[in-house]
Antibody, heavy 115, light 112 residues
Framework: EVQLQESGPGLVKPSQSLSLTCSVTGYSITSNYWGWIRKFPGNKMEWMGYISYSGSTSYNPSLKSRISITRDTSKNQFFLQLNSVTTEDTATYYC?????????WGQGVMVTVSS | DIVMTQAPLSVSVTPGESASISCRSSKSLLHSNGITYVYWYLQKPGKSPQLLIYRMSNLASGVPDRFSGSGSETDFTLKISRVEAEDVGIYYCGQLLENPRTFGGGTKLELK
């Protein structure tokens, strides 16, 4: 059974970068798609992007050039970097496995952007 | 982007009764391969979202058969028969047809 676990700082200052790690067990990240989804206060859900089994990426245009998703296949981990954060990036961040049979979510990590 | 619109915003249900949640997409989610790429998720209080229904009408592993999904190319329904206390939470529809993936705004299910 696949398990996904997010880790990273819970507090980030405005204008800095948000960096999160997703550690995957029970499944190789060289198969399927691995992404990041965030849920804002008030329940709105936003897909941020994914990295594919081959290492190619796709990002939500709303995040423009602020986002980068990378991976380390030797550690079976993938990463999120979001640059130039503002208070509007305050959310719970989930890493997720995506396949045609649906999205499987990690436990989530709450990130607050505040000075 | 494909806009996913859910209704109602919230629903209050007596245990044992049925509930239905609607979701409408701004574009057909029917692919040329015959698969409709709409999904339903439930986020229980304090938990991460879990998959309930995939590709419009397929029950995810471990999900009670009280849950069912149906629909057309742009209009979809999640039905919960015989609602139980464990069904409380926020329900989301989502699409995996195109990037960016998008979700509905959520429907909160409460018990009367």
């Amino acid at each position: 059974e696949v398990q996904l676990q997010e880790s990273g700082p819970g507090l980030v200052k405005p204008s800095q970068s948000l960096s999160l790690t997703c550690s995957v067990t029970g499944y190789s990240i060289t198969s399927n798609y691995w992404g990041w989804i965030r849920k804002f206060p008030g329940n709105k859900m936003e897909w941020m992007g994914y990295i594919s089994y081959s290492g190619s990426t796709s990002y939500n245009p709303s995040l423009k050039s602020r986002i980068s998703i990378t991976r380390d296949t030797s550690k079976n981990q993938f990463f999120l970097q979001l640059n130039s954060v503002t208070t509007e990036d305050t959310a719970t961040y989930y890493c997720a496995k995506e396949r045609s049979s649906g999205v499987y979510w990690g436990q989530g990590v709450m990130v607050t952007v505040s000075s | 982007d494909i806009v996913m619109t859910q209704a109602p915003l919230s629903v209050s249900v007596t245990p044992g009764e049925s509930a239905s949640i609607s979701c409408r997409s701004s574009k057909s989610l029917l692919h040329s391969n015959g698969i409709t790429y709409v999904y339903w998720y439930l986020q229980k209080p304090g938990k991460s979202p879990q998959l309930l229904i995939y590709r419009m009408s397929n029950l995810a592993s471990g999900v009670p058969d009280r849950f069912s999904g149906s629909g057309s190319e742009t209009d979809f329904t999640l039905k919960i028969s015989r609602v139980e206390a464990e069904d409380v939470g926020i329900y989301y529809c989502g699409q995996l047809l195109e990037n960016p993936r998008t979700f509905g705004g959520g429907t909160k299910l409460e018990l009367k």
